[in-house]
């Protein structure tokens, strides 16, 4: 393996074997064989706007104009794939059917620069917009959004349809067993640096440092590569279900119920009764669908950040440390902050582009107590009309330290805020067999 | 920002103010400054094995020897709470009572380097196995592995104790709303690369490149640092859900029940009825808690792995490019493969390496019809007495697409497996509205 010093010039012919040649630590603005694809972000015009162009094909390498990889973290997947001989890295992708599955925008929100700077308003598009450049140019272009149709069936809403508080329709709920027809967006992120540093406050080489930085000295582009705005980062990315037609998510006429869940894989899948979230994530699916049936538009947002984007390891350390506590609700964001030095890192400045996206410009019912969600979304001038908290019998008994203590530090609720003393009080279930 | 054209030496004195110091674009071995702690893989007794450092934190940057960073994918967001002045990049986490909730090993392949080349066998002490290195040498040490109790609810769990499937005995299934007690233990990935290179049987070198190259760009420590060998990558990891007492996963003398599941969101949280995932997944928890409530250990363990650690947006390209197809079983896996160049980039080669951890030495029945995890297993030396497919009536009538290619193609079943004519003939449902 050649180690170069220092970084060498890109070359500029097709390498038929990248494994006996060099390898580049960092590329340069301006190096020899270096010739981005134009990309001026908020352009209306697709072809003045450009592709997002980040892969490392040898067609394609000297025409990026993205930092990063597609596929968020699974870009690993794919270098092992690649590794293991099982992927060809110059396979050309088929993306014949493959067109989103509902027609959305454009709206006007896709060319303002400011207000969607976390994903590509192009992304679903990609491939066919830009049909041209990846023929004549040779250069692989991949969507970065899809959008697709599904059934689903979610046992707590056969109980709801039982109980009488939810009406098959045959349209949206399908049938008696809950049933529901469901629009999907599944969005990668895309980044315009200087807008992600602008909703941050804090400067464009301030960012890139610490993305490089603090993440254990990745992507070397971000320092040396000034020229490239875009990043697309090895993180989750998030997926839309909306309930109803599609095109009234961005219809200011009829009314829009949203629940914008943050993962929790304990609870949205394992059903653990430390919080609320799966109950609230159901619940919220459950009033969109209402709210669709009666004429209007509902949507959850699902986001993948787990543990407030701190992962299930420091989600874990902090139950520990909070069951052998004792557990109180006046303690239960310093556990986190001994730990982390932060008591979230889900910073909800990116979460509203993909309502910006969608054209959803008011929101009618936000099920969501979250002020952090609420302040993000407002300060995007969406206005939202009616807050909902999750119903009291939904909230399982030893998630009470965790809701007491959320809504102590400025959660919405229609009920009362606790006093620190009484946040003191409010005790969750020690471990059965933990000595104290 | 001042840009060094090659790299400088890594301050051994330890800088005030980050912002204003030099950008180190990577590191090479012997350099000066360059320390790293001793890090022997495998080594029996801890203090020769060493603590796996790779905080970028002022005292610590120049002690690393492991590339990558804490939290996984989660690394981005710690990032920007630095940027953001969220978090004191000095902070120093504050352990108390977080140790594991239950004493696990230590297992003989802990210290076998073939045997564990993916986790850090050490990885839920290390803060208080290295806590005098921690404490003399200014090092920052975190837990990679995480261990805590809980109680979880699902829905589906009720019915089955309604329909006397599973009865409640207050231990494991604490009562009749199917409440289960469970010993949890999230895990993130450490990949030993030497070793994880041996198990795809390729070079480390090719390996490192790969890893390098396929992800746009990243850790150029992966080239220039052959002397670290251990890499932190920016992906999801694992958790294990145990039922019943921990200490029986390594006790041959009792039974076994296990399910491996990879992440499907689309079907564990939200029930969509074109896969087996959520119903695959709730059988495995069910037959697990049977097996524990009978004297043995019952575990499932959720891999995050999704859409074939492809992600989301390939899942749904290949969904549509089905839906508008027709939906053919015969079609089923060449749909992934004109997308995404690969079947499925799981590559189920790392993952018993969590199994060895354990101490598990024997599967009694594997709640899994994959030929990939059934031969992974096995090449390890774990023996596998009995396979459990999926229950027939547990199969939503749309994903018999999927089941039967999966079948056809080498799954385990004690059905039939179909001929190719006759999976041409299974059919998913067509959109209702599709103009074909």
């Known amino acids: 393996m050649s180690l170069p010093g220092r970084t ?12 006996t040649s060099r390898i580049i630590l960092t590329t340069y603005p301006g190096q020899s064989g270096i010739d981005p694809l134009p990309m001026n972000w908020g352009e209306k015009d697709p072809a003045k706007r450009g592709p997002v162009v980040v892969s490392r094909q040898q067609s394609t390498i000297r025409r990026r104009n993205a930092i990063g990889a597609h596929g968020g973290s699974y870009a690993i ?3 092992l794939a690649v590794a293991s001989k099982n992927l060809d890295i110059d396979h050309k992708p088929d993306f014949t059917n493959t067109e989103p599955a509902v027609s959305i925008g454009p709206c006007p929100s896709w060319f303002d620069k400011k207000k969607i700077v976390a994903m590509d308003p192009l992304g679903h598009l990609a491939p066919w917009l830009f049909a041209s450049t990846i023929k004549s140019q040779d250069v692989e272009i991949r969507p970065t959004i899809a959008i697709t149709k599904a059934h689903m069936k979610i046992p707590e809403l056969e109980a709801s349809v039982k109980a009488g508080r939810l009406v098959s329709d045959g349209k949206i709920c399908l049938n008696n067993t809950g049933e529901l027809a469901v629009t999907k967006f599944a969005v990668e992120p895309v980044w315009y640096l200087p807008g992600v540093a602008e909703r941050f406050n804090i400067e ?17 582009e971000l320092i040396t590569r000034n020229d490239i705005k875009l990043f697309l980062p090895p993180i989750g990315g998030l997926t839309v279900y909306c309930f109803g037609d599609p095109a009234k998510m961005s219809d200011p006429s009829v009314r829009l119920a949203l629940r914008v869940h943050d993962e929790c894989n304990g609870s949205d899948v394992f059903g653990t009764d430390i919080c609320t979230c799966r109950p609230y994530l159901i619940f919220g699916i459950e009033e969109a669908v209402k709210e669709a049936q009666a004429g209007g538009s509902g949507l959850v947002i699902y ?17 520990n440390a909070r069951k052998r506590g004792p557990d109180r609700a006046s303690e239960y964001f310093q556990r986190t902050e001994n730990i982390a030095g932060v008591k979230d890192s889900r910073f909800q400045a990116l979460m509203p582009d993909v309502l910006h996206w969608l054209g959803v410009t ?5 099920l969501s107590m979250s002020n952090m969600k609420y302040d993000a979304i407002v300060e995007q001038g969406i206005e939202i009309r009616e807050r909902v908290p999750i119903p009291d019998e939904l909230i399982p008994e030893d998630s009470r330290v965790e809701i007491d203590a959320k809504i102590h530090a400025g959660y919405f609720t229609t009920g009362k805020a606790m006093s620190l003393l009484e946040l003191s ?7 059965e067999d933990v000595d104290h």
């Open 77 to 79: 997947y794919h270098a």
């Open 303 to 319: 986001f993948r950040k787990e543990g407030r984007a701190l992962g299930e390891v420091t989600k874990y350390l902090v139950y």
């Open 362 to 366: 008011k929101i009618d019912r936000m």
């Open 8 to 19: 060498s010039p890109v070359p500029a012919v097709r390498r038929k074997n990248s494994v």
């Open 425 to 431: 009080e409010v005790q969750g279930r020690p471990w």
């Open 204 to 220: 464009e080489s301030v960012l890139r440092r610490s993305l490089f930085e603090n993440t254990g000295g990745s992507y070397p």
